[in-house]
Nanobody, 115 residues
Framework: QVQLVESGGGLVQPGGSLRLSCAAS????????MGWYRQPPGKQRELVAA???????NYADSVKGRFTISRDNAKNTLYLQMNSLKPEDTAVYRC?????????WGQGTQVTVSS
């Protein structure tokens, strides 16, 4: 139903920062959960950060203190601020709105952390 387009990925050195954006084609109900997932090469998809339907913020232990998820309702955009990036953060990052199975997914944006 809703189209999602990620941007902001790229190549960055360890310790650097990136901000990913997920622009939605229309406004998103605050009742819907939304989040960022990533899938490193050859590995399983994992949840990075999420905003629950109740408005709570959840983070994977591996990114706590480094990543921040937020949204701008006026711009219909979800963000992921990534600081102190590590090589193990390298992955395709995808945003999700409305749940893993029945929600909407973006096409993904590549984040590569390498010196």
């Amino acid at each position: 139903q809703v189209q999602l387009v990620e941007s902001g990925g790229g190549l960055v050195q360890p310790g650097g920062s990136l901000r990913l954006s997920c622009a939605a084609s229309r406004s998103i109900s605050s009742d819907l959960p939304m989040g960022w997932y990533r899938q490193p090469p050859g590995k399983q998809r994992e949840l990075v950060a999420a905003i629950t339907s109740g408005g709570w913020l959840n983070y994977a232990d591996s990114v706590k203190g480094r990543f921040t998820i937020s949204r701008d309702n006026a711009k219909n955009t979800l963000y992921l601020q990534m600081n102190s990036l590590k090589p193990e953060d390298t992955a395709v990052y995808r945003c999700n709105v409305g749940g893993i199975v029945f929600g909407s997914w973006g096409q993904g944006t590549q984040v590569t952390v390498s010196s």
